[in-house]
């Protein structure tokens, strides 16, 4: 039987109900207490590390999660989170880029009632994702609600209330989850490089919406107090330049004073591909501009957010940001 280490966080799935709305303050052991039934998956050890809203949660909670696992990583066969659901996506993507080549399954999960409610999903996402991390054959780290495992660098939450709150972004769902069934379709289990923590995170990166109408001067603002900016764009990646609102003599300074700028775009499919239209062939060509392509808006920040805290130079950065890791990234141009 595996060992199973449990780490509580808090989010709605550890939730009570207060005046002020709900409020984490159920621990990981009584949570734990609601699936009796993980007795018989697997040997099960409980860590509460933070009992947040994960709307409260910052990058350095991520770090504290990362060394709570390294601390025990030899100890366990695997790693289930309890999270809560609006920053989980973000903080997948975290531990995805904090913690590579993970031979053993980092599995986050959570719920959008409380454990405690009399009808809720937290009982089903929980079971779930202890049956996924005792599965043999899974890897590195995964998002598992409503039954489906995703790759934590490809969940987004596309659904505030509903049950099916995550899907995943521009690629296939790992696995299917149904009771004891699991269909897996992508496992993780060809890579024998050992695991890496990384302890390091540069939180200046800023994502900036366009909408009609912008100033382009916002992005001089920004990159005085931001090192990294990621312009989430339209349609595959445009940036006007159309009279007084003309963004590319803003984006020539920031990138002649080294800030790097990525372009992504607000559509949630496809990903952007920036040169096919002169609104974004411009940019991208007479500037050191990078983009996302198919990586998700989460994963391109919080990738930013590692590298820039390895280095600021370019071409490095570029080269950490186009190298795939838990396949976060395929669709990179050939001209990159």
């Not at 880029?97 to 409610?117: E, F």
């Not at 004891?180 to 379709?185: A, E, K, N, S």
């Not at 382009?216 to 107090?225: C, F, M, N, Q, T």
């Not at 764009?233 to 300074?253: A, D, T, W």
Request: aromatic share 10%; charged share 20%.
């Amino acid at each position: 039987m595996k060992n199973i280490l449990l780490i509580a966080t808090g989010g709605t799935i550890a939730s009570v109900n207060t005046d002020h709305g709900l409020v984490p303050g159920t621990s990981g052991k009584e949570i734990l207490s609601y699936v009796p039934e993980a007795e018989s998956v697997c040997h099960i050890d409980v860590k509460q590390i933070l009992n947040l809203d994960s709307t409260n949660l910052q990058p350095e909670h991520w770090l504290k999660i990362v060394h709570g696992i390294q601390e025990v990583y030899e100890q366990y066969d695997g790693f289930v989170i309890t999270h809560g659901t609006d920053t989980m996506a973000y903080t997948a993507a975290a531990l995805s880029y904090l913690i590579q080549n993970s031979a053993k399954p980092i599995i986050i999960t959570g719920a959008q009632k409380p454990i405690s409610a009399p009808i809720t999903d937290a009982k089903k996402n929980l079971m779930d994702s202890i049956r996924f991390a005792a599965r043999d054959n899974v890897s590195g780290v995964y998002i598992v609600f409503d039954g489906k495992a995703i790759l934590g660098t490809r969940a987004r939450k596309v659904r505030s209330k509903s049950y099916s709150a995550f899907e995943s972004i521009n690629y296939p769902v790992a696995a299917f989850i149904d009771d004891r069934r699991i269909l897996q379709y992508v496992e993780e289990n060809d890579n024998h490089s050992p695991v890496t923590f990384y302890h390091e995170i540069n939180p200046r990166v800023f994502l900036l919406k366009l909408i009609p109408g912008m100033e382009p001067d916002i992005l001089r603002y920004i990159g005085e107090r931001c090192d990294a900016i990621i312009i989430e764009s339209y349609g595959v990646g445009g940036i006007p330049f159309y009279n007084r609102r003309n963004f590319l003599e803003e984006l020539k300074q920031l990138t002649k004073s080294g800030k790097i700028v990525v372009i992504a775009t607000q559509v949630m499919l496809e990903g952007s591909d920036a040169e096919v239209y002169e609104v974004g062939f411009k940019a991208v060509n007479q500037y050191n501009i990078l983009q996302a392509y198919d990586m998700t808006v989460e994963a391109a920040a919080v990738k930013l957010m590692w590298i820039l805290a390895q280095t600021h130079q370019f071409e490095e950065v570029k080269k950490l940001f186009y190298h795939p890791v838990s396949h976060d990234i395929m669709s990179v141009s050939e001209r990159e």
